[in-house]
């Protein structure tokens, strides 16, 4: 089978460029296209509740269009309501847990577990983003065998080391400080606040802030820039020293992938699948959640050894490159569709 047709689901996708909600599905859909992959889309746009009112009725249409080959929904439960219900037996179904969704909606109450039990159940296939994710639903039903690890990736073309000094000087930064970076929403899930606790610390270093999101109050050395194009925070990452991300619930982060492949060492928290792409003292640092003193440590660490962050940079590339290249993973991904769809 040379190509095949894709029934997308998902209710969250960018509206706009430069509008992160589903961004990594976005980009995953460039791939498989660029794979000759023809893939028809149902997705919500709007971040309104109301979203989900056309959202559903796309949804029902793709579902049942006769010349699907294949159905993938991305995010549980919300996005394969549909096509559960309404899948047919020629057409595999396969669904994509992203993190919350499998680590929190099961356990909140017992009619949740049961619904997502009936959802991987009913599933021809179930990816995740990261192997916690995966040993999650396997210790509440999903089959080993037919539940794979895998992320979107990242472009280590796009994302790659550019000068500092050059990516600094456009944006009127100093040289010679010591710039921390966070991209992502601005939501205390994310550990912001314990990012600006340690700025108040470090009067001396800069903490940039990429990503949309109700700006805090907080010190002269923070900067938010808000949303930003993908050029441009490919720009951020090359004029950071290193990634902050002391998140409390994370799968396998975008945004550490792509500081890694500009050679931008990270600091994270020891959650989700931080862990898996960051290994600890090699190319970036591990420190528990909601610890303030460790991320103080860990930036002081950062800032006072150049030489070992620079070297953690070109080893955070590495593993990017190895594991995380977009190519390779929608290599893998497709290859999970077309035996799906050779054993239908």
């Not at 294949?70 to 669904?95: D, G, N």
């Not at 499998?102 to 909140?108: L, Q, T, V």
């Not at 990452?237 to 945004?255: G, H, I, K, M, R």
């Not at 590339?317 to 497709?334: A, F, N, P, Q, S």
Request: charged share 20%; net charge positive; hydrophobic share 40%.
């Amino acid at each position: 089978m040379e190509s095949y047709t894709l029934g997308l689901f998902a209710n969250m996708y960018p509206r706009f460029e430069g509008d992160y909600r589903g961004i990594f599905i976005q980009r995953m859909v460039k791939d498989l296209e660029s794979q000759d992959v023809l893939v028809k889309k149902a997705v919500k746009t709007s971040a309104s509740i109301t979203g989900y009112i056309p959202f559903y009725c796309k949804s029902v249409l793709l579902a049942k269009d006769p010349h699907l080959d294949i159905m993938q929904a991305e995010y549980i439960p919300h996005s394969c309501i549909v096509p559960m219900l309404l899948r047919r037996k020629t057409c595999p179904l396969v669904l994509k847990f992203h993190g919350d969704d499998a680590r929190i909606f099961p356990f909140k109450n017992s009619f949740f577990m049961s619904l997502t039990q009936a959802m991987i159940k009913r599933a021809d296939y179930v990816l995740t983003s990261s192997e916690e994710i995966r040993n999650t639903l396997i210790s509440i039903g999903a089959v080993p065998e037919k539940t794979s690890a895998l992320h979107s990736g990242v472009d280590t073309i796009f994302f790659s080391p550019r000068s500092q000094k050059s990516t600094r000087q456009e944006h009127g930064l100093p040289l010679d400080a010591t710039i921390f970076l966070f991209v992502g929403r601005l939501h205390a899930w994310k550990g912001l606040y314990e990012i600006l606790s340690v700025a108040k610390c470090c009067p001396n270093e800069i903490f940039v802030f990429v990503g949309p999101g109700n700006i805090p109050d907080h010190p002269k050395n923070c900067l938010f820039v808000g949303s930003q194009q993908p050029d441009s925070v490919r720009a951020w990452y090359n004029a950071a020293d290193c990634l902050l991300l002391p998140t409390y619930t994370e799968a396998v982060p975008t945004s550490v992938m792509e500081s890694f492949a500009c050679e931008i060492p990270a600091i994270v928290t020891n959650v989700g699948g931080c862990p898996e792409i960051v290994q600890d003292g090699k190319n970036g640092l591990i420190i528990p959640v909601r610890d303030i003193p460790a991320l103080y440590e860990a930036v002081i660490w950062m800032r006072n050894h150049p030489a070992e962050r620079k070297k953690m940079g070109r080893q955070a590339r590495v593993t990017v490159k190895e594991h995380y290249d977009h190519t390779i993973l929608i290599e893998k991904l497709i290859s999970i569709h077309k035996n799906l769809l050779c054993n239908k």
